[in-house]
């Protein structure tokens, strides 16, 4: 069966701190794959999704990028956090008409 | 643009009653839409899919149907349980490009009160 791993669950970083989320899929091949983030009381936004190695699709200009150097690895990195970069991060992956998200990053950015 | 609605305000109701949840969208006619439940702190996870040429969809206690006229989707949830507690979420597909990208609801909380 599918598994998806996110890591870390909880993370407290300063403003201007780098950024660093992994997200690895097992039992599937060439997954589609994307990070949404979730902002309290809002809906999941889409960040980035990717279909392949090395292809990737910015959803939202803003300060985070996105790499997927294997094709079950996608990385979600920032040079320097803003305040406004926290939320809850999920990672998900889908191979047609559903997703299966991870369970999720907490970051506050103080 | 493309909107996607969900009642944000919470739903509670008592244990065994029937459950029903309401998602709106406009400006877009979606090939398929999809309800999901999520716990506090976790993410989401998939329930039950329906296409735009079916009228409804079940999976044991729960039902969707999909009015396109409307443009709404329905989610019943019957005989509710305690544990059915949480933040369902409805999501569209924004394109039919292939590349499966989805707008979400912000969710409606279910309480089911024992």
């Known amino acids: 069966s599918q598994t998806i791993h996110q890591w870390p669950a909880t993370l407290v970083q300063p403003v201007g701190s780098p950024l660093s989320l992994e997200c690895t899929v097992e039992g599937t091949s060439n997954p589609n794959l994307y990070w949404y983030r979730q902002a309290a009381g809002r809906g999941l936004q889409l960040l980035f999704y990717?279909?392949?190695?090395?292809?990737i699709s910015s959803e939202v200009p803003q300060n985070l990028s996105a790499s997927r150097p294997q094709d079950r690895q996608f990385i979600l990195s920032s040079k320097k956090l803003l305040l406004s970069d926290s939320g809850f991060y999920l990672c998900?992956?889908?191979?047609?008409?559903?997703?299966?998200f991870g369970p999720g990053t907490r970051l506050t950015v103080l | 643009s493309q909107k996607i609605e969900q009642n944000s305000e919470a739903l509670n109701i008592q244990e065994g009653k029937t459950a029903t949840l309401t998602c709106n969208y406009t400006n877009y006619s979606p090939a398929y839409l999809q309800w999901y439940r999520q716990d506090p702190g976790r993410g989401p996870v998939f329930l039950l899919l329906i296409r735009e040429n079916e009228k409804e969809k079940r999976k044991e206690r729960l039902k969707v149907t999909f009015d396109t006229t409307l443009k709404q989707s329905l989610f019943h949830i019957t005989a509710s349980q305690p544990a059915d507690s949480a933040t369902y979420l409805c999501?569209?597909?924004?394109?039919?490009?292939?590349?499966?990208?989805?707008?979400f609801g912000t969710g409606t909380r279910l309480k089911v009160l024992a």
């Open positions: 999501a569209l597909d924004r394109d039919t490009s292939g590349t499966y990208k989805y707008i």
């Open positions: 998900a992956w889908g191979t047609g008409d559903t997703q299966y």
């Open positions: 990717s279909v392949g190695i090395g292809q």
